[in-house]
T-cell receptor
Framework: DAKTTQPPSMDCAEGRAANLPCNHS???????VYWYRQIHSQGPQYIIH???NNETNEMASLIITEDRKSSTLILPHATLRDTAVYYC??????????FGTGTRLQVFP | GAVVSQHPSRVICKSGTSVKIECRSL??????MFWYRQFPKRSLMLMAT?????????EQGVEKDKFLINHASLTLSTLTVTSAHPEDGSFYIC???????????FGSGTRLTVV
């Protein structure tokens, strides 16, 4: 079973920041938080991952709480092409990814 | 990230026939690959872990004889759906793990329709 809880859907206006929350209260000390997204009928796309510290790359920022029990993925300026299902996954390095139900993000004009 | 080529992207087959789906790592030697299945509007379900040179490890409830997985080389894993039936129709996706590419990279998926 997936170890994360995400809201089933969210809306965001184009150009605004999209903040996608994820709860992972049972995360263990050596498990990473990975974020992927899946656009309709495509394979999942890697976004970002982190262990303890906040992370930022060209796509997004990942904010992990100090107790590591939750995290937030931030898309700073959402575009229509960011409409997708976003998956937050907790996994030990090299282990298999188990997907939860994800959050369906709809970016509207 | 690592480039994973999955082929074919779409396939339609007759009921009772077998279909082979290929997953290739184009720029990395992958000792481990994963196979997922996805039903419409549902999440990805892990089917099996494919290890190069050894037998695949199947998840509970996945029929080994129905879904044959072969990982004969470090760059190729195949999933064969045997004696396909309409209920086997689904979206199949492969993935590989590569430390050089932040972990996990996915293929573009194969949509199987059985008629």
């Amino acid at each position: 079973d997936a170890k994360t809880t995400q809201p089933p859907s969210m809306d965001c206006a184009e150009g605004r920041a999209a903040n996608l929350p994820c709860n992972h209260s049972t995360i263990s000390g050596n498990e990473y938080v990975y974020w992927y997204r899946q656009i309709h009928s495509q394979g999942p796309q890697y976004i970002i991952h982190g262990l303890k510290n906040n992370e930022t790359n060209e796509m997004a920022s990942l904010i992990i709480t100090e107790d590591r029990k939750s995290s937030t993925l931030i898309l700073p300026h959402a575009t229509l092409r960011d409409t997708a299902v976003y998956y937050c996954i907790v996994v030990w390095w090299t282990d298999k990814l188990i997907f939860g139900t994800g959050t369906r993000l709809q970016v509207f004009p | 990230g690592a480039v994973v080529s999955q082929h074919p992207s779409r396939v339609i087959c007759k009921s009772g026939t077998s279909v082979k789906i290929e997953c290739r790592s184009l720029d990395f030697q992958a000792t481990t690959m994963f196979w997922y299945r996805q039903f419409p509007k549902r999440s990805l379900m892990l089917m099996a872990t494919s290890n190069e040179g050894s037998k695949a490890t199947y998840e509970q409830g996945v029929e080994k004889d129905k879904f044959l997985i072969n990982h004969a080389s470090l760059t190729l894993s195949t999933l064969t759906v045997t004696s396909a039936h309409p209920e086997d129709g689904s979206f199949y996706i492969c993935s590989l793990w590569a430390v050089e590419f932040y972990g996990y990279t996915f293929g573009s998926g194969t949509r199987l329709t059985v008629v």
